[in-house]
């Protein structure tokens, strides 16, 4: 009885919290509407599972796709500060300050701050939250930030650490929800939009292999399909997945486990022993794998916000690996023939979402496959979080004078008759690393050349995770123009003249 009452005693203080929390950021969206002075405390902590994430190359500088927080001073009244775990590359700020076309009073407003320059350390093995949390050199820099007035935190992702920072540092901040840490796994996705919309067959909140071979058992009487996804409740960028392919004929226990062990996991560094392994600690699901004629996987990006409305921010066509699993990147905007049938099942979700509390920036990934009646879609994945999909659109709109999104083509309108779409790219690899140039040969180079974004033409090639470029030959970029063909040459010059 007295665990009971002290359990129902924590939950009722996590709800008031949630709900102070919720209540603060409601009075910053109005500071912001009202022009007042608000400080955006951005955060870039990169904080996922370490076995998750192990196969994505060069993860340590992606808290670099944040940069384009520091677009938000654009906003009468707003500053920022960036606060990273490396030393932001000044080649990189520079070109940012350019793209936005920052004026000195704009820039005057955005302050860098990095864990390496604090403790005159590099290789820092810790999450930059870790660093936040319990350095005592950090602590009272980031400390110091937070003394100004309206501020609020601006994360990545709200995981456990980000949100103890939240609270030790007085900062509210989005996504806070006493259940989030469930709510935003494969699991809680399932759960929370049961009935809302269309969800490949399957089960969540599984944790063991009998409960894997169950589930698979059961799905196998109600699909034709032999083909299966197993999915890690945590797993990022594709990278907690697995592909299952049940034999034909019939099944049983022992079939099932045979192909267990035969399972294609879309990480290279995945084993079975590994993957179970982690299944027992966090759980996953099992769904049907989704197949069918120009099955094509777009996504959506909607803004949920204190004062309970949302926003359709945009869609994009993900452009994923050979698996179909990984992220690499987007086009914008989402393909016509499918995009309204997509922004009408995210309207659905975003009601769902703002009646369980949940405000901030979110992700929701689709499959779509063509069916009788045109177009069939099946919601994969929220990502109650900022994505792949999140950098490129802020840089691009920023890149564009906050341009507003045609309703009609969904794409950026920046004049009566003048739209523009973008591809984006993650992953563009130099293969060969002695080929690679300084950053501030890089941009001399890509200046000469022409092919930079222009604030002329509003056109053009836009960088990002610049800092991942001279150690590993990896950068990103967004690609602005007119046309998808247009774009494909613009992309293929740049490629060619990086190398």
């Known amino acids: 009885m007295e665990e009971l009452q002290v359990a129902k005693s924590e939950q009722t203080i996590s709800l008031l919290k949630t709900e102070l929390n919720n209540q603060r950021m409601f009075e910053i969206n109005q500071h912001l509407k009202k022009k007042k002075e608000v400080h955006t405390v951005c955060l870039t902590s990169m904080t996922f599972d370490a076995v998750l994430t192990e196969a994505i190359e060069g993860l340590e500088h992606y808290e670099m796709r944040c940069l384009w927080e520091i677009s938000r001073v654009i906003n009468e009244g707003v500053h920022v500060h960036f606060f990273t775990k490396k030393i932001v590359n000044p080649q990189a700020i520079n070109h940012f300050y350019k793209i936005f076309n920052l004026s000195t009073n704009q820039i005057n407003r955005i302050k860098f701050y990095s864990v390496e320059e604090i403790l005159k350390e590099k290789n820092l093995p810790q999450d930059l939250s870790d660093y936040v949390l319990n350095n005592p050199q950090v602590r009272a820099v980031f400390s110091e930030i937070c003394q100004n007035k309206n501020s609020y935190l601006e994360c990545f992702v709200l995981t456990e650490k980000e949100r103890k920072v939240s609270d030790v540092f007085n900062l509210p901040t989005y996504w806070c929800h006493e259940n989030v840490e ?51 409740n945590d797993g990022v960028s594709g990278d907690g997945n697995g592909f299952i392919k049940l034999p034909a004929g019939k099944i ?75 992220f690499l990147g987007a086009r914008f905007p989402a393909c016509d023939y499918h995009r309204n049938i997509i922004l009408r099942e995210a309207g659905k979700i975003a009601k769902r979402l703002l009646a369980n509390k949940i405000f901030g920036i979110i992700g929701l990934d689709f499959l779509t496959i063509e069916s009788i009646d045109g177009y069939e879609a099946y919601l994969i994945e929220i990502n109650l979080r900022k994505g792949g999909t999140t950098h490129p659109f802020w840089t691009a709109k920023a890149a564009l004078h906050n341009a507003k999104t045609c309703q009609k083509s969904g794409m950026f309108l920046i004049a009566e008759k003048e739209r523009r779409m973008y591809h984006s790219n993650d992953n563009i690899i130099i293969q060969d690393l002695e080929k690679t140039r300084s950053l501030s040969e890089l941009f001399r180079l890509l200046e000469g050349s022409g092919l930079l974004f222009s604030d002329k033409t509003q056109k053009g090639a836009i960088f990002h995770m610049a800092n991942s470029y001279e150690p590993i030959g990896k950068i990103g970029a967004v690609f602005i123009g007119e046309t998808d063909d247009e774009i494909k040459i613009l992309e293929k010059a740049v490629l060619n003249l990086i190398g």
């Not at 909140?205 to 059961?218: G, H, P, R, T």
């Not at 099992?286 to 921010?313: A, C």
Request: hydrophobic letters at 35%; charged letters at 25%.
């Open 182 to 232: 469930y709510l935003k796994t494969k699991s809680g996705n399932r759960k929370i939009l049961n009935g809302v919309t269309k969800l490949p067959k399957g089960l969540g909140d599984l944790y063991s292999i009998e409960q894997v071979v169950a589930c698979l058992k059961a799905l196998s009487h109600k699909t034709l399909n032999r083909k299966f996804v197993i999915k890690l």
């Open 252 to 326: 049983n226990e022992h079939t099932i486990r045979q192909s267990l062990i035969e399972t294609d996991y879309v990480s290279s560094k995945m084993t079975y022993t590994k993957f179970f392994r982690e299944f027992a600690k966090i759980g996953g699901v099992v769904e049907e794998f989704i197949d069918g004629n120009n099955k094509r996987s777009p996504s959506v990006q909607i803004f949920l916000k204190p004062d309970n409305s949302f926003d359709i921010i945009s869609s994009h066509e993900q452009v994923l690996d050979s698996s179909g699993a990984r």
